[in-house]
């Protein structure tokens, strides 16, 4: 893995409140968006089939997090999990401390 991608997600991931790395095909990952939006959560999308470098980025996702699927979703630059993962922070009341 370069260095390059390293620094890109990293810097994504910092900057952003909340990233969603995302499928444009992948229904888990519109549901998770979906949440997102219902919930009036503002949130960055890197859909990793449309971009640049998608497959090296979800490889450099996958040694950092040991997550290999996608939705791969970071919250306060915390590794959150996928869409089952954020679905049941919502239905616990626990995703609002996110935003507190």
Not at 35 to 58: C, K, P, R, W
Not at 65 to 77: A, D, E, L, S, Y
């Amino acid at each position: 893995m370069t260095e390059d991608i390293m620094n890109y997600v990293e810097s994504i991931i910092s900057a952003n409140k909340v990233v969603v790395f995302s499928k444009s095909y992948c229904p888990y990952c519109d549901r998770t968006k979906e949440l997102l939006q219902n919930s009036h959560i503002d949130y960055t999308v890197l859909e990793l089939d449309v971009i640049a470098q998608g497959s090296n980025i979800q490889q450099y996702l996958f040694e950092k997090t040991g997550q290999r699927t996608v939705p791969n979703i970071f919250i306060n630059k915390e590794h959150i999990g996928g869409n089952s993962d954020i679905e049941a922070l919502k239905n616990s009341g626990e995703l609002a401390r996110y935003f507190e």
